[in-house]
């Protein structure tokens, strides 16, 4: 069982965590053939800024399977022209050992913007020498606009889409929610807008399986029912539970923290019944 929940865990995060970009630290495991060199031109960062953060003297002593962590923002902005007021984005003419990882993080944008902004794939690799277009933040996900009497849509990550919703006085969140956004496609979930530092209580009883930072997630916390349900807190600033506690309904999970990119304080919460997701306004709350 333990072994199942990790790796619905590990699915969950990675099919959406380039949607939404937080403050929280970096860490990259350093594989065979890397050198601090290399991992710090992909982060788009100096290797001396990683050196100095890691405190590593002697780089050459790195070795495979090392934890590198990796400075919070990028040593030298990219070279790029001013933005277009009318189109919204930037040209910039790719470099050397440039990804799209490394112009994401230092243009403040996700990498699905940067994807969809271009057309590419989602296994594009860049080449040195053409042009790309970089999105202001913000300026890859349209401004809503009506769907309806009481929704408006606007794309979100690769694969995914929020919706507005009405918020229903009857249903009880994890948190007091001004705001309410439904998350479709790859994940379906909610999206919830409250106040920083406000406190994301669980909405039912069970065991923490996972409680930590994911990268674009803030710091997470997972519930697991007696009857099998896992419920996903991400978006938290601080934590106030571990891998391993017994709760009950009500205990207070974490703290709320902000969403960078929409500087918004938002709650990031789905629910799974084994390997499906289930609809979070319809789930037990006991």
Same mark, same amino acid.
């Given at each position: 069982?333990?072994?199942?929940?990790?790796?619905?865990?590990?699915?969950?995060?990675?099919?959406?965590?380039a949607g939404f970009i937080?403050?929280?630290?970096?860490?990259?495991?350093?594989?065979?053939?890397?050198?601090?060199?290399?991992i710090a031109r992909s982060?788009?960062?100096?290797?001396?800024?990683?050196?100095?953060? #890691?405190?590593? &003297?002697?780089?050459?002593?790195?070795? $495979? @399977?090392? !934890? /590198?962590? =990796? %400075?919070?923002?990028? +040593? *030298?902005?990219?070279?790029?022209?001013?933005?277009?007021?009318?189109?919204?984005?930037?040209?910039?003419?790719?470099?050397?050992?440039?990804?799209?990882?490394?112009?994401?993080?230092?243009?403040?944008?996700?990498?699905?913007?940067?994807?969809?902004? #271009?057309?590419? &794939?989602?296994?594009?690799?860049?080449? $040195? @020498?053409? !042009? /790309?277009? =970089? %999105?202001?933040?913000? +300026? *890859?996900?349209?401004?809503?606009?009506?769907?309806?009497?009481?929704?408006?849509?606007?794309?979100?990550?690769?694969?995914?889409?929020?919706?507005?919703?009405?918020?229903?006085?009857?249903?009880?969140?994890?948190?007091?929610?001004?705001?309410?956004?439904?998350?479709?496609?790859?994940?379906?979930?909610?999206?919830?807008?409250?106040?920083?530092?406000?406190?994301?209580?669980?909405?039912?009883?069970?065991?923490?399986?996972?409680?930590?930072?994911?990268?674009?997630?803030?710091?997470?916390?997972?519930?697991?029912?007696?009857?099998?349900?896992?419920?996903?807190?991400?978006?938290?600033?601080?934590?106030?539970?571990?891998?391993?506690?017994?709760?009950?309904?009500?205990?207070?999970?974490?703290?709320?923290?902000?969403?960078?990119?929409?500087?918004?304080?938002?709650?990031?919460?789905?629910?799974?019944?084994?390997?499906?997701?289930?609809?979070?306004?319809?789930?037990?709350?006991?």
């Amino acid at each position: 069982m333990k072994s199942s929940v990790k790796r619905l865990i590990i699915c969950v995060f990675l099919s959406f965590t380039a949607g939404f970009i937080f403050s929280e630290e970096i860490v990259h495991v350093m594989q065979k053939g890397e050198t601090i060199y290399s991992i710090a031109r992909s982060y788009g960062t100096s290797a001396d800024e990683v050196l100095k953060l #890691n405190r590593i &003297s002697d780089p050459s002593k790195v070795q $495979a @399977g090392a !934890k /590198i962590r =990796i %400075p919070s923002a990028a +040593s *030298s902005p990219a070279q790029v022209r001013p933005a277009n007021p009318q189109q919204g984005y930037s040209e910039y003419l790719v470099e050397k050992n440039d990804t799209l990882y490394s112009l994401a993080r230092r243009n403040g944008i996700s990498v699905s913007d940067l994807l969809e902004f #271009n057309g590419f &794939s989602t296994n594009y690799v860049l080449k $040195a @020498g053409e !042009k /790309i277009k =970089i %999105p202001a933040p913000g +300026s *890859s996900r349209p401004s809503p606009q009506p769907a309806g009497q009481n929704s408006t849509q606007a794309s979100g990550t690769s694969g995914t889409a929020t919706t507005a919703i009405n918020l229903d006085p009857a249903i009880k969140w994890p948190i007091k929610a001004k705001e309410i956004a439904q998350i479709t496609g790859r994940l379906n979930g909610v999206q919830l807008t409250g106040e920083r530092r406000e406190s994301v209580k669980s909405l039912t009883g069970g065991t923490i399986v996972s409680a930590g930072p994911y990268r674009g997630f803030g710091r997470v916390a997972i519930v697991q029912t007696t009857s099998g349900y896992l419920y996903v807190y991400g978006g938290c600033e601080t934590l106030s539970v571990k891998e391993g506690d017994k709760i009950s309904a009500g205990s207070e999970v974490g703290k709320l923290g902000i969403d960078t990119k929409t500087s918004k304080s938002q709650l990031f919460f789905f629910v799974y019944k084994g390997n499906t997701s289930v609809d979070p306004a319809k789930a037990p709350r006991t």
